[in-house]
């Protein structure tokens, strides 16, 4: 026993002095080379504890995080997970990892898009914009899977005395929002250059895509095998319960998971409770008034206030699909780039009580879809959200005559 904690000792030692070279300025080939001829893999627990001694020894918050990257690639590919323990299908750390899957794909459309970056003619200009423009609204969903990070797992890591590595993360989260931020305005630009569009994927652009990608290296060799020792079931069935409140990312989870012996229903997965739900002219169950908004006859989408998607109904013949992973993503990015203004007059309008709805039809595919924008009012006048209703109307155009209850056998 005493070999073993003496030989963790040594490692977390020979570590903390790598780690230390690098912030003294060593290369970071030179540090990498050091790590694998001394110390071999590094178990994951090993790194943590590292971490944390050196936040409390007085090394400097904002130092850690300014080499954070740095350490990620030297430590990359050498973290020992043989200890970590499994993650069951459908389990929060599951949706997690197959969220950075989804991201991942997003990363090597985005990395593919910005190679051509200094290659385009001005008619290929546009094209890349629009390509650029869809990958990067993709790729800023990774906020809802930051938020549950810091909202729903840090806590039970801080409890368990691990402060500074979520401090660090939390960090590292904030910088990669202003960069994809950053990288959505200027793809935004109205008039924006070749020469502005490569000079931005330098600065920009390139920096948020691999800020993304290293965030989900430090997730799946360190933070998750972390928290798969720190959290037991009962945590993790919180976790799952609270979860679809701030929604998922580029990825809707098939079932709802649950720790053995114990069920989770898509209600329950929400922490919803018997009873009733009372409104001024009567009174729903959960079940019932889930069950009336998924058979309206009609497609029914709302954003709140804060422009963000919170709810859709899911009637067995939709119009427009949807997944569970638009909820809590702003309205904007769920929209062809091109329609974007539109989408904002109409958010603008609302809000400023100028306007309180906004049809529209097309057809598609040889039917004729209405699709209305309604503002959303309190009864003092306070602007709620927008409900975007939509509904086939090729069965109804085509009625004549008269269908009366008398004539139903």
């Not at 977390?12 to 694998?36: C, P, S, Y």
């Not at 972390?226 to 037991?232: E, F, I, K, Q, V």
Request: charged letters at 25%.
């Amino acid at each position: 026993m005493s070999q073993a904690i003496n030989n963790s000792e040594v490692r977390q030692a020979g570590l903390k002095e790598l780690i230390l070279q690098l912030h003294a300025g060593e290369a970071q080939d030179a540090v990498r080379q050091e790590l694998i001829r001394t110390l071999g893999a590094i178990p994951y627990g090993d790194v943590v504890q590292v971490e944390q001694e050196l936040l409390a020894e007085g090394l400097p918050q904002e130092e850690i995080i300014k080499l954070c990257d740095v350490h990620s690639a030297v430590l990359e590919g050498r973290v020992d997970l043989s200890g970590a323990k499994s993650i069951p299908t459908g389990h929060p750390a599951d949706v997690l990892t197959q969220e950075n899957a989804a991201l991942s794909a997003v990363i090597n459309e985005a990395n593919s898009q910005l190679a051509t970056v200094g290659t385009l003619n001005p008619a290929g200009l546009q094209a890349a914009l629009l390509d650029l423009t869809t990958s990067f609204n993709r790729l800023i969903d990774v906020d809802k899977h930051y938020l549950r990070k810091e909202y729903l797992l840090f806590p039970y890591l801080e409890q368990a005395g691990v402060t500074g590595p979520p401090k660090v993360m939390w960090a590292k989260h904030d910088e990669i929002r202003d960069l994809l931020k950053g990288s959505l305005e200027v793809l935004r630009t109205p008039g924006i250059s070749q020469e502005e569009l490569q000079a931005s994927a330098e600065m920009v652009l390139r920096p948020a895509v691999q800020g993304v990608k290293e965030m989900i290296v430090k997730e799946e060799e360190i933070l998750f095998p972390m928290l798969m020792d720190t959290l037991s079931d009962a945590d993790w069935f919180e976790v799952q319960k609270q979860s679809l409140e701030i929604g998922y990312c580029l990825y809707d989870p098939p079932v709802a998971w649950a720790p053995p012996g114990m069920k989770a229903t898509g209600l329950e997965a929400i922490g919803q409770h018997e009873g009733r739900i009372q409104l001024t002219t009567g009174s729903f169950s959960l079940q019932e008034i889930e069950a009336i908004l998924n058979t309206l006859p009609v497609d029914i989408t709302f954003v709140g206030s804060d422009d963000k998607v919170k709810y859709f109904s899911r009637s067995s013949d939709r119009i427009f699909q949807r997944n569970r992973a638009i909820i809590g993503r702003d309205v904007r990015n769920c929209h062809p780039p091109a329609s974007v203004h539109v989408v904002e007059k109409i958010l603008d309008d609302f809000r400023s009580g100028r306007q309180s709805r906004a049809p529209f039809w097309i057809n598609m595919h040889g039917r004729m879809i209405h699709i209305e924008y309604f503002a959303l009012r309190s009864e003092e006048g306070e602007y709620l959200g927008t409900l975007e209703v939509s509904q086939d109307l090729t069965g109804y155009r085509a009625l004549e005559g008269e269908q009366r209850i008398l004539s139903y056998v």
